[in-house]
């Protein structure tokens, strides 16, 4: 299973989880594409779902503590709803439309984001709930789901710490739910899933090197990075 690419894949695995680690979210945006070139698009989401699960552990304790919980649960229920239909698309679409559909769903965010537009509206059950089915079915179809929920709770008005744990819990229950419905689908291999363990060290080191950056640097670095993040993905996935 090494190989040249997996080789490559190791640099892109340190990047993927030094965004991840400080926006905690944004690793998949920039990983997921850019190893769906080398793999096809449900190799790549595994891959990097298994890496990013196990490497992003040292996020979990503290994510843990901050999050709010009671905005999560509705949030999961959408999740578990539509990230297998989401998943379902996955498998009968052509890769390169998944690839291009990537791109696309990232700019509209990042779009959305530069406008300085910021969800105003009840943060109870139902938008929540909304939130979730939205990233799922995103997630399912093309590993890049984590845009509507770091929008979301990037719109609140908790500190930065207590959004970047809402995130970082969301987005790993919603990795986990890929994982099964991937898994459920036949999409898993002795292969992929060695590759994605293969990858872990260098995403532990990555999330590390990010969780210390944002123990550090200026809080209102936070939502810039985010958004930065989101832009350049986009036009990575559309270019190559």
Known sequence: IVDTAL???????????LIHGYTGFGGAL??????????????????VGVA?????????PSAARQAVWRELFP??????????????????????????SMGGFILVFAAILMS????GGARGGL???LVGALAGGITGASGVGGPPIALYFLASPHPAEIQRANIVISVTVMTLV????????????????????????????????????FATMP??????AALWLLIATGFTILVF
């Open 7 to 17: 080789f490559y894949a190791l640099g892109v695995a340190v990047l993927n989880g």
């Open 30 to 47: 920039l990983m997921v594409p850019l190893l769906s070139v080398l793999y096809s698009p449900v190799e790549a989401i595994a891959m």
């Open 52 to 60: 990013m699960v196990c490497g992003s552990a040292q996020l979990y």
């Open 75 to 100: 949030l999961f229920a959408g999740l578990f709803v539509f990230v297998p239909l989401g998943a379902y698309l996955l498998f009968h679409l052509d890769p390169q439309l998944v690839r291009r």
């Open 116 to 119: 300085g537009w910021v969800y």
């Open 127 to 129: 938008p929540s709930a």
């Open 178 to 213: 890929v994982l099964i419905s991937i898994a459920l689908g036949g999409g898993f291999s002795t292969n992929v899933v060695l590759r994605g363990l293969f990858l872990t060290p260098a995403s532990l080191l990555g999330v590390w090197l990010g969780a210390r950056l």
């Open 219 to 224: 809080k209102s670095y936070f939502r810039k």
